[in-house]
């Protein structure tokens, strides 16, 4: 009799034991989109709670079922599991979920092809997959690292003036974001490259008797986004070439922007004149004719669309953006606004440049056109 109960105390005791509230494994994801895990326990006697509404719990057997909402917020989320034993002994199990990053880096809208098609690249940011739907059969895509490939096929439209569109929607989680794209009789990209000219009025007055035509030549810099249109040597600027760097935007629509080196190599010689050696190179500088003020502003200057001219086509840059003078006081403010670019001479050190106001401008380049 002593030794049957002995056996049934040792068994309580290993019962006991193995009872205490442990936990087993978690299987618990931390991406960002809506998902479900599991925690499993040692035991099935315990109670549990969450402390954040976008995690819930749901107990079965000695399995805790956690399922998470999809987190909009691009920073991480943490919340605590409290399990309770009936003992009263309690443990917390912490559950991360990453933050969402899903950035598109282009307009959402005006992406336009020419008749020949071709393809648009477009930075996307995410960490999750995503997938692109199309409401028009003549695009495609490809997904590269971080790039999505818009691709369009040609177009041959009876009338040159039609004008197809299509939307392509970007589906991540339970979001989406649409882009607007359009195909249409418009320069491409490629189109810009070789032989063009360059036509501007080289007087402050915008005189048209003063306006120059002359050639360029259009080379690639950065793949489908910046050419650079060179033009032949100047004798105006000791036989050196001008190189304008020119961005293609989405919308076939081309951009200079101001604060561009220009004449890389040319040095004025009355630099050999100013303090500390500061050398003195031609920049394009913003120029408002009116006020006969400039501006090293590096912002987007002058903006141009194609339009039809006889057999070929025209770019002619407008004002884009303004500048003001910087006047401390409100009453002193004027706000300028670019007529076009003015070839101009730059005072350059290690820490800032400045115009050089002893040098006038070498070139305007006023009302400015490319034609191709």
């Known amino acids: 009799m002593l030794s049957i109960l002995s056996i049934v105390l040792y068994s309580c005791k290993k019962d006991d034991v193995a009872s205490e509230l442990t936990v087993l494994e978690t299987k618990v994801a931390n991406g960002p989109l809506a998902n479900t895990g599991t925690i499993q326990l040692s035991s099935t006697n315990f109670s549990a709670t969450v402390e954040d509404e976008w995690c819930k719990i749901q107990a079965e057997g000695n399995v805790i079922h956690v399922s998470m909402e999809q987190n909009d917020s691009k920073t991480n989320r943490t919340t605590l599991i409290h399990i309770t034993a009936n003992d009263g002994k ?61 691709k369009a096929n040609n177009f041959a439209p009876a009338d040159l003036n039609e004008r197809r569109t299509a939307k392509a929607t970007l589906m991540y989680g339970n979001e989406e974001v649409v882009l607007e794209l359009a195909q249409f009789n418009i320069f491409s990209y490629e189109d810009f490259m070789g032989a063009a000219y360059l036509s501007y009025v080289d007087h402050a007055t915008l005189d048209e008797s003063k306006r120059v035509r002359i050639p360029v030549t259009i080379k690639e810099k950065i ?18 070439r001008i190189n304008i760097d020119v961005t293609y935007n989405p ?51 002058l903006k141009a669309s194609g339009q039809s001219v006889g057999t070929g086509t025209q770019y002619k840059f407008e004002k884009f953006n303004e500048w003001d003078n910087g006047a401390l006081l409100p009453s002193l403010l004027k706000y300028y606004t670019a007529d076009g670019l003015a070839i101009s001479a730059y005072r350059f050190s290690s820490v800032s440049m400045s115009r050089y106001s002893t040098i006038a401008p070498y070139v305007y380049m006023l009302d400015l056109r490319l034609e191709k």
């Open 90 to 150: 309690k443990l917390v199990v912490p559950i991360t979920q990453r933050g969402l990053l899903f950035e598109v880096n282009s307009p959402l809208s005006n992406l336009n092809y020419s008749l020949k098609g071709g393809v648009k690249k477009i930075n996307v940011i995410s960490n999750i997959d995503y997938e692109v739907k199309f409401d028009q059969d003549w695009l495609s895509y490809e997904i590269v690292g971080d790039t999505l490939l818009l």
């Open 223 to 240: 793949p489908g986004t910046v050419f650079t249109v060179t033009t032949a040597p100047m004798a105006v600027l000791g036989n050196n």
């Open 251 to 301: 919308d076939a629509s081309i951009q200079i922007n101001s604060g561009q080196l220009i004449v890389s190599g040319l040095v004025e010689p009355k630099a050999n004149d100013i303090i500390n050696n500061n050398m003195v190179k031609v920049y394009a500088a913003a120029y408002n004719i009116a006020a006969k003020a400039f501006s090293t502003k590096a912002d987007p200057l």
